[in-house]
Nanobody, 128 residues
């Protein structure tokens, strides 16, 4: 079973940047797709971005497209989310998750139900 630990969150002003990291342990994530999700207070958890095992494919929610970039370093079993031009509406707890069901695929999936392993989350707060 894989354990995921996110870090890099914090309190920033609108327009600033943050880079979130998600480090895996227990089992390698190098052959599986990974995703980032977020949950704002009072809202449902939502998809943010996903990346295939080889980084060949990525997918973003419309709300973050052009501002956020997902990447990974398989040698370090780490996934990143670079967040630029942050807005107050980006305030949320950010979670990384593993989709083990399509190991080796070049496709990425956005449905939360296929992500089996989740981190504990890291808080991102963007002030106006």
């Amino acid at each position: 079973q894989v354990q995921l630990v996110e870090s890099g969150g914090g309190l920033v002003q609108a327009g600033a940047s943050l880079r979130l990291s998600c480090v895996a342990s227990g089992r390698t994530i190098s052959r599986t797709a990974m995703g980032w999700f977020r949950q704002a207070p009072g809202n449902e958890r939502e998809f943010v971005a996903a990346i295939s095992w080889s980084s060949a494919s990525t997918h973003y929610a419309d709300s973050v497209k052009g501002r956020f970039t997902i990447s990974r370093d398989n040698a370090k079993d780490t996934v990143y989310l670079q967040m630029n031009s942050l807005k107050p509406e980006d305030t949320a707890v950010y979670y990384c998750a593993q989709d083990p069901g399509n190991a080796g695929s070049y496709n990425v999936r956005t449905a939360q139900s296929v992500y089996e392993y989740w981190g504990q989350g890291t808080q991102v707060t963007v002030s106006s």
